[in-house]
């Protein structure tokens, strides 16, 4: 089945610099690549996802960029704000495999 | 966007009851639901796939006698654990896919906090 690292586990930056976040995935046939936003005790909401037909989207200060030869993708965000810290998840596949998750600190 | 429910959102129980916990799909049918668990500060993991009419497909490690799922009509999915015990203490969130579209959205719930004494 499916298999999603992600890293850093936990990632801290200043308020207006910029985040990434990495996921690697094992199947090769997936083509579905959902990221998840999850404040404390609420649900993972949807930021931004991206289709194996396509390399790059970008949604105002997010974009996720995919590499199916290196079954790769990532996550970035620019000019973080403090209402972008969060764990994000990434994930994979039509039944989501979640990676392990990212704590978004953003630093004042 | 599409919304999904979860009932109830916060559950107390003594050890050895059952919980039947409610997932529904409010504006869209919902052929597939996902049933997920997420311990503190831990990834969410995949316990089962539910299909509507059909056995629900459990992942490995998943005991499917203790987390019973049905999934008996497009915008109703429930998961009930049985002979809950404090280490089932979780919180447990759906998701549903939209059917009829042409998507791979998948649009989570609310979550349920379960709290076994």
């Known amino acids: 089945g499916e298999n999603v690292e992600q890293h850093p586990s936990t990632l801290s930056v200043q308020e207006g610099d910029s985040a990434v976040i990495k996921c690697t995935y094992s199947d090769s046939a997936s083509n579905y690549f959902p990221w998840y936003k999850q404040e404390l005790g609420k649900r993972p909401q949807l930021i931004i996802d991206i289709r194996s037909n396509v390399g790059e989207k970008k949604d105002q200060r997010i974009a996720v960029t995919l590499n199916k030869t290196a079954k790769h993708f990532s996550l970035h965000i620019t000019e973080t704000q403090p209402e972008d810290s969060a764990v994000y998840f990434c994930?994979?596949?039509?039944?989501?495999?979640f990676g392990k998750g990212t704590r978004l600190h953003i630093l004042p | 966007g599409a919304v999904v429910s979860q009932h109830p959102s916060w559950v107390i129980c003594k050890s050895g009851t059952s919980v039947k916990i409610e997932c529904r799909s409010l504006?869209?049918?919902?052929?597939?639901m996902f049933w997920y668990r997420q311990f503190p500060k831990q990834s969410l993991m995949l316990m089962a796939t539910?299909?509507?009419?059909?056995?629900?497909?459990?992942e490995q490690g998943v005991e499917k006698d203790k987390f019973l799922i049905n999934h008996a009509s497009l915008t109703l999915s429930t998961l009930t654990v049985t002979s809950a015990h404090p280490e089932d203490s979780s919180f447990y969130i759906c998701?549903?896919?939209?059917?009829?579209?042409?998507?791979?959205?998948?649009?989570f719930g609310p979550g349920t906090r379960l709290t076994v004494l």
């Open positions: 994930a994979a596949s039509t039944k989501i495999i």
């Open positions: 998701s549903a896919r939209d059917g009829q579209g042409h998507t791979d959205t998948q649009y």
């Open positions: 539910s299909n509507e009419g059909s056995k629900a497909t459990y």
């Open positions: 504006d869209f049918q919902a052929t597939t």
